[in-house]
């Protein structure tokens, strides 16, 4: 038997804040990151509160990637506050942080049932409709996902204002991040018809509009495309899994701190290669693995159709290195600038082990080994 739920409310579209006046809830704990508490953004959030008589306080102590010193801070802000709500703003970190520090402060003080609310501004995570969250040990440069249906917010935000100001670079790291979500959920082992539909709409949506949202930050027809593109393909992948490109990309992030979107956007060409067993020197076989079929719908969304499936496979790996050229993403670690030769190649075997043991893994379509993860690795070096 499987099961598919949709456990968070999803309120979107315009003026969709003024949610906030009608939460039943009177004490709220406000978690962002310092960039959002110090800008007008925050007005957004809090005068709806204001206007409906609600208390609120605010811990903006959040910073990339969530590690554990600052988990640890909002969880001694949130047993001193004591809310009946946590509202959570802003991109990946800020949604991991908000459900961590609920889960681990519950764990402490189980004095009752305390809300999460979840209002994304980058369109790219998805973590407002999933049960997932990321932690960092800066110190063992891991990341660990923890995953719980109590993790999951009740509540989640949709409202494109917040992503207006969103600049280039994060728009294109964070849309491919959502394109990354729906293309490995709908690969999965795990995948089902509920959550391949859903897939599928959000790549159709990144088909159309993530370029215009790079062109054009002010497009904000664009930019709520996007905005529910990355909430679909997160409700998709928090039923279906994810696979190896997560399972390495959260290396990348943990050991050389590179973006989470843009390493995904790295590594998908490859991963895509390796699942399909499909390359630029293979010709037409008999027998193809399982995910080409569905590696070759996904470029029929696309409209990339073509010859034959190994074409149509390459047009897939093309179309995404076309985005990451277009959008200025770099295609291997050497353009990065940011990391030596040296410090890469001696991160690869711990990389291997750790991205194996990731829980992302479970699901990809192909059974990785050590070596084959080491050599995608070695390959998004240089060209």
């Not at 050590?370 to 070695?378: H, L, S, T, V």
Request: hydrophobic content about 45%; glycine content about 6%; some cysteine.
């Amino acid at each position: 038997m499987q099961t598919f739920e949709m456990k968070t409310v999803i309120h979107f579209g315009s003026n969709s804040l003024d949610r906030l006046k009608t939460i039943p809830y009177q004490r709220i704990l406000i978690i962002t990151d310092p960039f959002v508490a110090q800008s007008e953004m925050i007005r957004l959030i809090t005068e709806p509160l204001k206007s409906a008589g609600k208390e609120y306080d605010i811990f903006s102590d959040v910073v990339p990637d969530a590690p554990l010193d600052k988990i640890a801070a909002g969880v001694r802000k949130f047993l001193e506050y004591m809310p009946e709500a946590v509202v959570a703003v802003g991109g990946g970190s800020a949604m991991d942080s908000s459900k961590a520090i609920r889960e681990f402060a519950l764990k402490i003080n189980p004095y009752g049932h305390v809300a999460l609310i979840a209002i994304p501004t980058t369109s790219g995570t998805g973590s407002e409709v999933t049960s997932f969250a990321v932690i960092n040990d800066t110190n063992a440069h891991i990341k660990y996902p923890l995953v719980s249906d109590s993790l999951t917010a009740e509540e989640a935000i949709l409202d494109a204002e917040l992503v207006r100001s969103v600049p280039p670079s994060v728009t294109a790291d964070t849309g491919m991040d959502v394109f990354t979500h729906a293309l490995e959920s709908y690969v999965s082992t795990a995948h089902n018809e509920f959550s391949a539909a859903l897939a599928e709409k959000a790549i159709e949506i990144c088909g159309v509009f993530l370029l215009r949202a790079y062109l054009d930050g002010n497009d904000m027809h664009a930019r709520q495309k996007m905005h529910v593109a990355s909430c679909l393909a997160g409700l998709s992948f928090n039923t279906a899994g994810l696979g190896i490109t997560h399972s390495m990309a959260h290396q990348l992030g943990a050991v050389f701190h590179i973006p989470h979107g843009r390493a995904n956007a790295m590594l998908l060409p490859h991963i895509v290669e390796y699942n399909s067993g499909i390359n630029k020197h293979s010709r037409s076989q008999t027998e193809y693995h399982p995910s080409v079929k569905r590696y070759a719908n996904i470029a029929h969304v696309l409209g990339l159709s073509n010859y034959n499936k190994v074409m149509t496979v390459r047009s897939l790996v093309n179309w995404i290195q076309f985005m990451q050229k277009e959008m200025n993403i770099p295609l291997t670690i050497q353009e990065l600038g940011t990391v030596t030769p040296d410090a890469y190649f001696a991160a690869i075997d711990r990389m291997a082990d750790a991205a194996l043991a990731d829980t992302c893994t479970v699901n990809n379509p192909r059974v990785p080994t050590k070596e084959d993860i080491m050599n995608i690795y070695k390959k998004l070096w240089s060209f």
